[in-house]
């Protein structure tokens, strides 16, 4: 990808990286809706990065890479967690599930993205959102 940006396991770091893609977003001109759906997916992708992958550890680091153009934005966020099995998710939209707070901010990923895969291990998320 064309820019890779190496942050702390910090939330104020997280806002900073994702501020800078989104300026990108808006240099291209995606429509509102699309920026919308960047930024919720980046933020919940550098949050669980930082909560759930480097567990807060201010020794952890977060690699954000991106690459934004008039066609598509593409975003990787790599932990340095144990990663994870999304495909172990629970439902957050199943019955038993509906007062448990884990598993939503995947579910709008997936919802918002036009593409969202991880790496085996599971400490990386991609994801891409095409504009038009």
Known sequence: MGNTVVIP????AARKVAAEILAEVERFGYPECSAFAIRLALEE???????HGNGYDPDKTV??????????AAIAITDEGQGFDP???PD???DENIHRPCGRG?????AYM????????????????NNG
């Open 9 to 12: 396991s910090d939330l104020k």
């Open 45 to 51: 992708g550098l949050n669980n990065a930082i909560r």
């Open 63 to 72: 690699e954000v890479s991106y690459d934004v153009t008039a066609q598509r």
């Open 87 to 89: 495909g172990c998710v």
């Open 92 to 94: 957050p939209t199943a």
């Open 106 to 110: 995947i579910m709008l990923i997936r």
């Open 114 to 129: 036009d593409d969202v895969s991880y790496n085996d291990r599971g400490n990386q998320l991609r994801m891409v959102k």
